[in-house]
């Protein structure tokens, strides 16, 4: 499994390659200590279980996954970051809610803008938009709250901020199972508020003098549905347990989709190698003897 995850580095780096990282040149990742997360139930390590009991079990402790997912894992693997832990459960700095769209993203923040500061020294993350689509928000204002957002933790303090742009929902065996129609409409959304993420994005981190890092998380997220055996997985397309019968797969690590929606926690570890690398990588830290081998050879 390590050299698994170690080719993955390796190829990771020609999908990171093509993000894109913005504004100043501001703090090395190894320099932060807080993580600070904002975004939906790919990130959700446990405030929506606290809201409303959900997801119940098999789903992993207020996890939509099968295990920690990759704001759990991120801490593990950049081995200088506090756990980012659920907000609502102990005050933590994960203040993603599972079903929230980017509408809800101001509100996120402003929770967090009332009960902290916003330190210039801790690393932020915007991952939100994938419930956009079926909420029916056009994905001009999704890149709009997005890029709001950010405007708002530049003004409160922030200086280094990644922005996950949106996995490609098309692909989910939800959207899959609705037809022709409905997957086309799902990946011209992607499509568009990526696009424009791209090109807003830079502006927004030029115009308040802050760093900002667009991550290419849809192109990960692609190759794994893709190629799923290089990753370790047998089964991209359907999930590992249905929601109707309640029924689990003997092997649900076989299966990138935990649900018709969300991943597998092997899948959240991928993504969470994928960020880490993508902020150093964009962070510009590679000098001297901090060598790429290094660095995958200290991914265990």
Same mark, same amino acid.
């Given at each position: 499994m390590k050299k698994l995850r170690s080719?993955?580095?390796?190829?990771?780096l020609s999908l990171i390659c093509a993000s894109a990282s913005f504004g100043q040149q501001l703090l090395a990742p190894f320099q932060f200590r807080k993580l600070v997360v904002f975004g939906d139930s790919l990130s959700d390590n446990g405030n929506s279980f606290v809201q409303s009991g959900l997801p119940p079990a098999p789903y992993f402790e207020g996890r939509w996954s099968n295990g920690f997912n990759w704001v759990d894992d991120f801490p593990w693997i950049a081995l200088n970051f506090l756990p980012a832990t659920a907000f609502l459960k102990d005050g933590g700095t994960d203040f993603a809610v599972a079903n929230d769209t980017s509408e809800n993203l101001s509100t996120q923040i402003a929770t967090f803008l009332s009960n902290s500061t916003a330190s210039p020294d801790a690393q932020y993350v915007i991952w939100i938009g994938s419930n956009d689509f079926a909420a029916g928000i056009n994905p001009s204002t999704t890149a709009k709250n997005i890029i709001n957002g950010i405007n708002q933790l530049a003004a409160a303090g922030a200086k280094d901020i990644a922005v996950l742009n949106i996995p490609d929902i098309s692909l989910t065996p939800t959207v899959i199972a609705r037809g022709g129609a409905t997957i086309s409409a799902a990946k011209n959304f992607v499509s568009t508020a990526n696009n424009l993420l791209a090109v807003q994005v830079?502006?927004?981190?030029?115009s308040k003098g802050i760093h900002a890092s667009l991550i290419d998380i849809d192109s990960l997220f692609t190759q794994l549905v893709q190629n799923p055996l290089a990753f370790g997985f047998t089964n991209s397309t359907g999930s590992a347990f249905d929601t109707i019968t309640g029924k689990v797969q003997p092997d649900p690590n076989d299966f990138l989709f935990w649900d018709d929606f969300h991943p597998t926690k092997n899948a959240h570890f991928f993504a969470a190698q994928f960020i880490y690398l993508s902020i150093?990588? @964009?962070g510009q830290i590679f000098s001297g @003897?901090?060598?790429?081998?290094s660095l995958t050879n200290g991914v265990h």
């Open positions: 080719l993955f580095c390796l190829a990771a830079p502006g927004a981190a030029s150093i990588w @964009q @003897q901090q060598s790429l081998t």
